[in-house]
């Protein structure tokens, strides 16, 4: 049986994105968005108790009574998250393998006014996607940006902690949820106290976390978030909708003022089946949006994120149908990925006849 620590290594020689470790099974890696075995060695249940020992260490019989355990560790300089899990009585592992260190924002082909966030004195800006898709990394590379040109106090709290920052001009205080702190509503109810001035909240899980949020960039501070929704209107549907409908029109009253952007995030397979883009949309904060989201019309809210491609926004579906015409992805791939599949295939041309349509009985189209 293979080490955790070989089979890390593995997987990040194979540029893995993911690990699976399972009873009567081989080792499986996500690789370009598919899972694969690199060997044949199927694991025992023996042999799975063993790895989830070696990582989980002295909180292990912790994750047998809980039934899962998350965090974060280092294997010959490669970071990964890991979640533990039981599974039919026997433990069961998924490991996310993070950057060894944080990409510069300028490399990671986020629109151009992505580059401008670092920038930002005050506000929220939100990164969303689904798992998986780039959101730890992008916050990752905001900050450390902000570390190295701002001299400022930054605490982060995070359900593992992922990257690791060296401080360079700021002062960068990472708060481990379980570890650290109890929990983010405790970490958020202190953090005010802690003298910050900007803030990163790995995920804004209800009503407590984005009232506190909403509390910290109305007083002055940069606040970054997360959530897991697929689109600009979706993400502040979700934000709203997490409240009762009494205080509906005081958070979208806040969230007007606070809110200075929204980039939301997807991985897909580049043109050939190798490596994965990240396709995105940015919305950025204008009177017309302020206004939509003040008065609950966010069903106009894409057509006015439309109308502000001059300040740096764009669409998802409008970004896939650059991807295609680039060279960065197959039609298929962006059709699938689209919000309005009709509209991105119009767009794409002749290339539109590599996707099929899972109702047309798998027919090319």
């Known amino acids: 049986m293979k080490t955790i620590e070989e089979i890390v ?6 540029n893995a994105s993911d690990i699976h470790i399972a009873c009567d099974s081989p080792v499986m890696y996500r690789i370009d968005g598919e899972l694969q075995k690199l060997d044949d060695d199927v ?12 990582m989980a260490k002295e909180q292990f019989i912790k994750m047998k009574d809980s039934g899962e355990l998350d965090l974060a560790a280092t294997y010959n ?22 950057h060894s260190h944080i990409p510069q924002l300028s490399t990671l082909g986020l629109p151009p006014v992505v580059n401008d966030f670092p920038s930002y004195g005050k506000g929220i800006i939100l990164v969303t996607g689904e798992t998986g898709s780039g959101k730890s990394t992008t916050m990752a590379a905001i900050l450390n940006e902000i570390n190295h040109t701002r001299r400022e106090h930054i605490i982060t709290l995070e359900d593992p902690i992922e990257y690791i920052y060296e401080n360079d001009k700021c ?3 990472q708060r481990e949820i379980g570890t650290d702190t109890e929990s983010y509503s405790e ?11 900007v803030i990163l909240i790995g995920e804004m899980r209800d009503s407590v976390t984005i009232e506190t949020a909403l509390t910290a960039a109305e007083t002055g501070h940069l606040v970054f978030a997360t959530l897991h929704t697929n689109s600009a209107v979706d993400s502040v549907d979700r934000i709203v909708g997490t409240f009762p409908a009494e205080k509906h029109a005081q958070v979208r009253m806040q969230l007007s003022t606070t809110l200075k952007a929204v980039l939301s ?16 949309e940015c919305m950025v904060m ?8 003040r008065e609950g019309n966010t069903a106009q809210m894409e057509s006015a994120l439309l109308s502000s491609a001059n300040l740096g926004a764009i669409t998802m579906d409008n970004c896939l149908i650059n991807m ?3 060279n960065v992805i197959e039609a298929g791939t962006a059709i699938d990925a689209a919000n309005n599949a009709e509209y991105v295939r119009q767009n794409v041309g002749g290339m539109k006849s590599a996707y099929f349509d899972p109702k047309g009985g798998g027919k090319k189209i």
């Open 9 to 14: 290594a593995l997987g990040n020689s194979n």
């Open 265 to 280: 995030q997807q991985l897909l397979v580049r043109k050939g089946g190798k490596g994965r883009a990240a396709a995105v």
């Open 286 to 293: 204008t009177p017309a949006i302020k206004n939509l989201i």
């Open 171 to 173: 002062l960068i205080s």
């Open 324 to 326: 295609v015409k680039n």
């Open 187 to 197: 970490g958020l109810r202190a953090i005010l106290r802690e003298d910050p001035d």
């Open 77 to 98: 300089d490669v970071r990964v998250r890991i979640n533990l899990f039981r599974s039919k009585g026997s433990t069961r592992a998924s490991l996310r393998i993070l």
């Open 43 to 54: 694991l025992t249940y023996e042999d799975c108790e063993r790895l989830g020992e070696s």
